[in-house]
């Protein structure tokens, strides 16, 4: 009898431990998740002389649709998918003389601030997001983007004057929901 009783306390405990972490998990649960990109885009032209075709990339890592706010990852890197605090898509377009073509990815943000080459991401809430880029800091609405553009000339061993411009772009696309 002792050991039924046993086994029964012990069954219940086990079935109340089981159903508070469910509950506990859903409600603190984040539905959407920001959805940041930051992408490098280079641009080559000849000013003068005959500039060689430059490097070929492809293959985008993801694609982002903001009406369904649905993220789908081709390649998929993420590790911990449960603790996600910002999603940040990191690209890289060429063109012209620069080469041609697009390759990306995502990352999955676990932990603010965080820093991806020169951009660090500060905070983020559900009408913001906080960042920085060499040097110059910004705040970012759903929708809105922050560009930072150089220019510089570079002459090449065969006389041939190469412009090459890039921009790095920041943008706010909006939010993923978590399933």
Known sequence: MKQII????????????????????????NNLIPFVEFYTITEGKALSGTATPG????????????????????????????????YLGVGKVLKGTAGQG????????NNLPFTQNDLTITNATK???GCSYKGKRFVLKPGQEYLFTETRIDTLPNTTVIQTTTTWKVAFKGFVKNK
């Not at 029964?8 to 079935?15: N, P, S």
């Not at 697009?102 to 943000?109: H, R, T």
Request: hydrophobic share 35%.
């Open 127 to 129: 009408t913001k997001v």
């Open 102 to 109: 697009v390759s990306s990815m995502v990352i999955g943000v």
């Open 55 to 86: 490097r070929r990339i492809d293959g985008p890592g993801y694609s982002y649709d903001s009406v369904s706010q649905k993220l789908e990852i081709y390649r998929n890197n993420l590790n911990d998918t449960l603790n996600i605090k910002l």
């Open 6 to 29: 046993t086994t029964g306390v012990a069954f219940a405990l086990l079935l109340s431990c089981t159903s508070n972490s469910k509950m506990e998990k859903v409600p603190g649960k």
